[in-house]
């Protein structure tokens, strides 16, 4: 899993099946410090209750589909959870 | 498997069912000696690691959901090991772990 913050929604208006009704979020993945990193990507939110502004925690690869109920769906990055805070060794950075 | 060391912990209140009661550890990889590592990953916790420890990490969703008796939990990251001491030839934590 990695951190990332949500910066915007996406509403698809034809999606596979089993993916109906599933939020999907524009997430910028986030180094350790909290800065951006790398390229954003859309992800469905498993929570579904992520929002633009908050801090995620996401998964990729097969694992991402297995969060989603049905599973057997066409997705590769995952909400998993709204992360409240992080508490790093150095310092403590809340959400 | 991939070498790092517990860097943080990570806490969510809503999550999927399956991350219930686990603890989730920021877990920086192994640089090699004189670098700056700057890639991390998120793992969940299975033999106890604490903050500051070098840790061995299973980076693979079907061994990550064996350890969990699970068939379809979507893990993929998971501590497995606490490591004592690790080296590379004559070297010794070579990798850039600093002792525990």
């Given at each position: 899993?990695?951190?990332?913050r949500?910066?915007?929604?996406?509403?698809?208006?034809?999606?596979?099946?089993g993916?109906?009704?599933?939020?999907?979020?524009?997430?910028?993945?986030?180094?350790?410090?909290?800065?951006?990193?790398?390229?954003?990507?859309?992800?469905?939110?498993s929570?579904?209750?992520?929002?633009?502004?908050?801090?995620?925690?996401?998964?990729?690869?097969?694992?991402?589909?297995?969060?989603?109920?049905?599973?057997?769906?066409?997705?590769?990055?995952?909400?998993?959870?709204?992360?409240?805070?992080?508490?790093?060794?150095?310092?403590?950075?809340?959400? | 498997?991939?070498?790092?060391r517990v860097?943080?912990?990570?806490?969510?209140?809503?999550?999927?069912?399956?991350?219930?009661?686990?603890?989730?550890?920021?877990?920086?990889?192994a640089?090699?000696?004189?670098?700056?590592?700057?890639?991390?990953?998120i793992?969940?916790?299975?033999?106890?690691?604490?903050?500051?420890?070098?840790?061995?990490?299973?980076?693979?969703?079907?061994?990550?959901?064996?350890?969990?008796?699970?068939?379809?939990?979507?893990?993929?990251?998971?501590?497995v090991?606490?490591?004592?001491?690790?080296?590379?030839?004559?070297?010794?934590?070579?990798?850039g772990i600093?002792?525990?």
């Amino acid at each position: 899993m990695m951190l990332a913050r949500v910066v915007g929604v996406v509403v698809p208006c034809v999606v596979c099946r089993g993916l109906e009704a599933t939020p999907m979020l524009i997430i910028q993945p986030l180094d350790k410090t909290g800065r951006p990193k790398g390229r954003t990507l859309v992800a469905a939110d498993s929570t579904r209750m992520a929002g633009p502004g908050e801090l995620v925690s996401y998964e990729g690869g097969r694992e991402a589909a297995l969060a989603l109920d049905p599973w057997f769906v066409p997705v590769d990055h995952t909400i998993i959870g709204i992360v409240d805070a992080v508490h790093l060794q150095d310092r403590e950075e809340p959400s | 498997m991939i070498l790092g060391r517990v860097i943080g912990e990570i806490h969510s209140t809503i999550k999927h069912p399956f991350y219930d009661g686990k603890r989730m550890l920021v877990v920086e990889r192994a640089a090699p000696i004189g670098t700056t590592s700057t890639d991390y990953l998120i793992a969940v916790d299975a033999v106890g690691a604490g903050v500051g420890q070098p840790v061995l990490v299973l980076d693979e969703g079907n061994g990550a959901r064996q350890i969990h008796r699970s068939t379809n939990a979507p893990v993929r990251s998971v501590v497995v090991g606490i490591i004592d001491e690790v080296s590379e030839g004559d070297v010794e934590r070579a990798t850039g772990i600093e002792p525990v």
